[in-house]
């Protein structure tokens, strides 16, 4: 399947100032394929380590960091000829090595001719844990599930996703309807590759929903590494708590929601180790909003959303049907799901930072409030075509020198002070 982030790869490959690269992101998302496949498509050849339970792989960096020596173990290791510039070296779950991460930083000084990429799906935890990658000796790319125009692709949908990404709203209205199904499609199978592959192929919602439960029992099993079982506890309490969070009409984290009488000091190491396995995004509230936003934020009023759509309804055991079919048997949920979507598009912008307002008295909410390319931009997200916005449109009156705009399931209309832009052209905005 085809994804965005090989022009990234490509880049970094081509780049005069190239440095080993790590690859980061939550696992499952396809970070082994790509790399694979990367390597595949752009060198000779790849040598391919999984560092995860490999006796051999352990001693790799254990007698020092002479890179001359290590090369020449990789290529015993993988029966790979390596040459500078024609094989990429890829080192999978880095952070199960000890001092693998620390290593990159000679293969950046001795031997920057050699094309090295590593990837890890608890890198995040590790380097919490004094593993830090070296600074200024690697490059950092992170890696997301598929956004919807990466499912278009891989749905062969190729002519809508041009009509998209031409920003030619008058034609996309064309295939409204068409883009509208494709996207409570996404809803339910979301961004994970395994679950859209097995979707595209057999178009069983009962097999998607399969790969959804499998990799939530891995994500559970991952709580327990590297932690003790009360901590693990506390991760798992959270996890399970997100759905009924942002099912709440005020979507702000309530630690008492998780246990009753639950304070602060009690879970935000749980909350953290989420946020650094890639399995959340947490968003700030700001107390005002300004450039740059980050000025405004407090740490105390935050939602938490789960790093997938899909992933998302099925730890809310939502029935398949429910989620493909336009029905009002979600009406409590349909916003969760829709902005916990919205998020995860975002996400995938670069350089794309995302808060949300509310005044102290909480009467008046901003779902999302974004800062990117210099400019701040308020958000209202619909779940449905209910396009009524009173406290954006409050907000916006004391607000008069930004643009808002309000994702809905509605078609693209331009007013004064706001955009209403179609939850499918999220990435066609910024």
Known sequence: MERKIVAKLREWKNSPNRKPLILAGARQVGKTYI????????????????????????????????????????????????????TLIVLDEIQELEHGLTALKYFCEDAPEYHVAVAGSLLG??????????????????????????????????????????????????????LQKLLR????VGGMPEAVSTFVKS??????????NDILFIYRSDMSKHVTPNEATRIS?????????????????????????????????????????????RVSRVRAVGMPLKFYEDFNAFKLYLLDVGLLGALSEIEPAQMLLSNDSLT?????????????????????????????DSKLEVDFVVQHNGKVT???VKAEEN??????????????????????????????????VPLYGIPSVF
């Not at 499609?185 to 339910?188: A, G, K, S």
Request: charged share 25%; proline share 2%.
């Open 35 to 86: 790399l694979k496949e990367f390597g595949r498509k752009e060198y000779e050849n790849v040598a391919y380590i999984n560092c995860d339970h490999n006796e051999q792989a352990r001693s790799l960096f254990s007698n020092g960091y002479d890179i001359k020596r290590i090369i020449m173990a990789i290529g015993a290791i993988t029966h790979e000829t390596i040459k500078p510039g024609k």
């Open 125 to 178: 935890i590790a380097m919490r844990h004094g593993e830090s990658a070296p600074i200024g000796k690697v490059n950092i790319i992170r890696m997301f599930p598929m956004d919807f125009e990466e499912y278009l692709m891989a749905r062969s949908e190729t002519n809508a996703l041009e009509m998209l990404q031409s920003g030619d709203w008058t034609t996309v209205s064309m295939i409204h309807e068409t």
């Open 185 to 188: 499609e996404y809803y339910f």
């Open 203 to 212: 178009l069983d919602t009962n097999a998607v929903r399969r790969v959804h």
């Open 237 to 281: 309490m959270v996890w399970q708590s997100i759905p009924s969070q942002l099912a709440r009409e005020n979507k702000k984290f309530v630690y008492g929601a998780v246990k009753a009488g639950a304070r602060a000091k009690d879970f935000e190491m749980a909350i953290q180790w989420l946020v650094d396995a890639g399995l959340i995004y």
């Open 332 to 360: 409590k949920c349909k916003g969760a799901l829709t902005e916990n979507y919205v998020l995860c598009q975002m996400k995938c912008i670069d350089e794309l930072y995302t808060y949300y307002y509310s005044r102290e």
């Open 378 to 380: 308020p958000i209202e």
């Open 387 to 420: 396009l009524r916005s009173k406290s954006l449109k409050t907000f916006m009156s004391s607000h008069t020198d930004l643009m808002a705009i309000r994702f809905s399931m509605s078609k693209y209309k331009e007013q004064e002070w706001m955009k209403n």
